[in-house]
């Protein structure tokens, strides 16, 4: 069974960081693309940030690079997202998410609870 669990989130000032955090399970984690998608109040689903499998292939929407960077452990299958320089307009749940395949724009079939991150002062 497929699991995936984010933490790290959490309410933070403007300017600041946080690492969220993405532990997987029940897969193969090294071979597919995972993702960080995001989700604002009232608004709909926001793709963040991908990270190719089996290779060391990124992407970013553009609100956030240059200040977020995605990495990931393939040891120890966990996923993570650096998260600096915060803005309020960063507030959302955050999701986990494991592509079909190892490119990351292949679309999601497993998805994390997700992790709320409030910036705000």
């Known amino acids: 069974e497929v699991q995936l669990v984010e933490s790290g989130g959490g309410l933070v000032q403007p300017g600041g960081s946080l690492r969220l955090s993405c532990a997987a399970s029940?897969?193969?984690?090294?071979?597919?693309?995972m993702s960080w998608v995001r989700q604002a109040p009232g608004k709909g689903l926001e793709w963040v940030s991908g990270f190719n499998g089996g290779n060391s292939d990124t992407a970013y929407t553009t609100s956030v690079k240059g200040r977020f960077i995605i990495s990931r452990d393939n040891a120890a299958n966990t996923l993570s997202l650096q998260m600096d320089s915060l803005k309020p307009e960063d507030t959302a749940v955050y999701y986990c998410?494991?592509?079909?395949?190892?490119?990351?724009?292949?679309?999601?079939?497993?998805w994390g609870k997700g992790t709320l991150v409030t910036v705000s002062s």
């Open positions: 029940g897969f193969t984690f090294s071979t597919y693309a």
């Open positions: 998410a494991k592509a079909r395949d190892k490119w990351w724009n292949m679309g999601m079939d497993y």
